[in-house]
């Protein structure tokens, strides 16, 4: 496991064919990448083997007036990959750093799609939470 902080040309190619396993509507650019690597409160971690990306999560830090919150974000583990523990492996360890970083509460939103992935956020403690969820596109 470790932090994306710097990355090459293999690295964009793995990351960008992971996010379009994560949706097939994401755009995924060098800049957009650069953009979150340079931001001290977004974190991208990373699973390899051999060299090569399988896996990616990022944790972004936020603070509000009455607490300092984070949400989990792209959450993929290669097809190839899967069933192999990745994705506890990633959650556990956002989990930690946010545990390090004086987080109090994490939020996380799904595709119900992703029947897997739910039901290892709900074993791992996170619960459900009933409410809207609204978006925006600006620009």
């Known amino acids: 496991m470790e932090e994306l902080i710097n990355y090459s040309v293999h690295d964009f190619t793995d990351l960008s064919s992971l996010m379009q396993e994560l949706s097939g509507n994401i755009v995924f650019t060098r800049e957009s990448l650069e953009r979150m690597l340079a931001d001290p409160n977004s974190h991208l971690y990373v699973i390899r083997e051999e060299g090569r990306i399988v896996a990616c999560a990022s944790l972004c830090i936020f603070h509000q007036p009455f607490s300092t919150d984070a949400t989990i974000e792209s959450v993929v583990v290669s097809s190839k990959m899967r069933g192999k523990g990745l994705g506890r492996k990633l959650m556990e360890h956002l989990l930690e750093e946010a545990?390090?970083?004086?987080?109090?509460?994490?939020?996380?939103?799904?595709?119900?799609?992703?029947?897997?992935?739910?039901?290892?956020?709900?074993?791992?403690?996170?619960?459900?939470?009933?409410?809207?969820?609204?978006?925006?596109?600006?620009?």
């Open 99 to 139: 545990a390090r970083m004086t987080v109090d509460c994490i939020h996380l939103t799904s595709n119900p799609k992703r029947e897997a992935a739910n039901a290892l956020y709900q074993k791992m403690g996170f619960e459900r939470k009933e409410t809207n969820c609204y978006m925006k596109k600006l620009g």
